[in-house]
């Protein structure tokens, strides 16, 4: 049993060395057969790595925040198709090595659908980084797929990176091969400031028709 152990800590089978005993006794137990037991032990290990390698994968991947696409309310921003982000998620775009864009005004969701992409790339076992954009669309032209969020729209990019000229140089890039999706609509935190200070505003209703009651 030493040995055994010793050889799946060599190999890195940690989830296995954690479940050994209590599946073996299992095992003996229910009289499962060799074939049962190894498919068992194998394919809980590999769950327990692709876990840690998508845990690894996000904790290096700088996104801001960490939302998936079902924490998205889609309903609250109805300039959204729904069907073109699920056509987004199939991952299709980064196989064509498409890019895509996020427009809006700032709090309507750019960076929460940009970051619940990456999270599913990185399921999918694509390496995803988050960046503020700058410099690098060039080495990226036409090789990897990249995703933008911005609360400028493409004629006020030249604000964004102080020149014409380069700005026109990186747009020209990044649309040749292109998704871009306007959202239009309030801001996420608004809504919750406006929603806070309403039950706010209740509570102190409550106390003041309790302190005349």
Known sequence: MDRLRENLESLKMKN?????????????AENLNIVEVLDHIFSEEAKSKRKRAYEKQ????????????????????PSIDKRQIDELATMRFLENGENVVFLGPPGVGKTHLASALGLVAARHRFSTYYINC?????????????????????????????DVTIASAILDRVLHHCTVIKIKGESYRLKERKEFMRQKQQIVNTLFEQGNA
């Open 16 to 28: 296995t060395l954690e479940i050994l005993d209590n599946y073996l006794e299992r095992a003996v």
């Open 58 to 77: 996000i904790q290096m991947s700088g996104f801001p925040i960490k939302k998936t696409l079902d924490d998205f309310d889609f309903s609250f921003q």
């Open 134 to 162: 700058h410099q690098l669309i060039a080495r990226r032209y036409e090789k990897t797929s990249t995703v933008f969020t911005s609360n400028k729209t493409f004629s006020q990019w030249n604000e964004v990176f102080a």
